[in-house]
């Protein structure tokens, strides 16, 4: 089973609005990333936070990181409709450092 | 930008088939991986890689094989492609260590009739 599950798995909101998506996983990790992907396309890397780190930003981007509940989320500041895509969170753990992806929350900004 | 590289990007082949899915690199990246998914679904790992002549099998199990000859270079092979092996396949690579940023290759759809 994936390690990590994003929540919701389909969100739509109006440009202009922030959105929010969830990734709660299973064990403890090394890192979590998040990764975008336009529809038919591959995934495009868009912030890594390490487990000794609580609050990441990045332009629009703010990621947060609770250890304790396991779960990250991601907010996206004034979205756009370029924002829509697929977005997903990757975890590691343990030595290999071989990161595994959950379901993603696929994001329609409306213009 | 990326500089991982994925061809075919879009393959139609009929039941039976021998195909190879390429992937090459130009980062130097030591680790790289192939993940398989279905339109609007979840990726999953099939293959990875540390370096050259290292080859492990991810947690989905697939009937492709993959070789590591060269550090740039990670084809996947099919033997003999079937209907259920319909899907989007991901190469990728990143760097050893810690902070291993994954860069993916625009994907090849395989479609097999």
């Known amino acids: 089973s994936q390690q990590g599950e994003e929540d919701p798995q389909a969100l739509s909101i109006q440009e202009g609005e922030n959105a929010t998506m969830n990734c709660s996983y299973k064990t403890s990790i090394n890192n979590l990333q998040w990764y975008r992907q336009n529809s038919g396309r591959g995934l495009v890397h868009l912030i890594l936070?390490?487990?000794?780190?609580r609050e990441k930003h990045s332009g629009r981007l703010r990621v947060t990181l609770d250890t304790s509940k396991k779960s990250s989320s991601l907010l996206i500041t004034a979205s756009r409709a370029a924002d829509t895509a697929s977005y997903f969170c990757a975890t590691d753990v343990g030595g290999s450092y071989i990161p595994t992806f959950g379901r993603g929350t696929s994001l329609i900004v409306h213009p | 930008e990326a500089d991982i590289y994925q061809t075919p990007r879009y393959l139609v082949i009929g039941t039976g088939k021998k195909i190879t899915l390429e992937c090459s690199q130009t980062?130097?990246?030591?680790?790289m991986y192939w993940y398989q998914q279905d339109p609007g679904m979840e990726l999953h790992l099939i293959h990875y890689?540390?370096?050259?002549?290292?080859?492990e099998k991810g947690d989905l199990s697939s009937e492709s094989t993959v070789s590591r000859i060269r550090t740039e270079h990670f084809p996947l092979t099919l033997e003999s492609a079937r209907p259920s092996h319909t899907s989007q396949y991901l190469c990728a690579s990143s760097e050893t260590g810690s902070r291993n940023t994954i860069y993916f290759g625009e994907g090849s759809w395989l479609t097999v009739v």
């Open positions: 936070i390490r487990s000794n780190e």
């Open positions: 980062m130097g990246h030591d680790k």
């Open positions: 890689s540390y370096g050259v002549n290292s080859t």
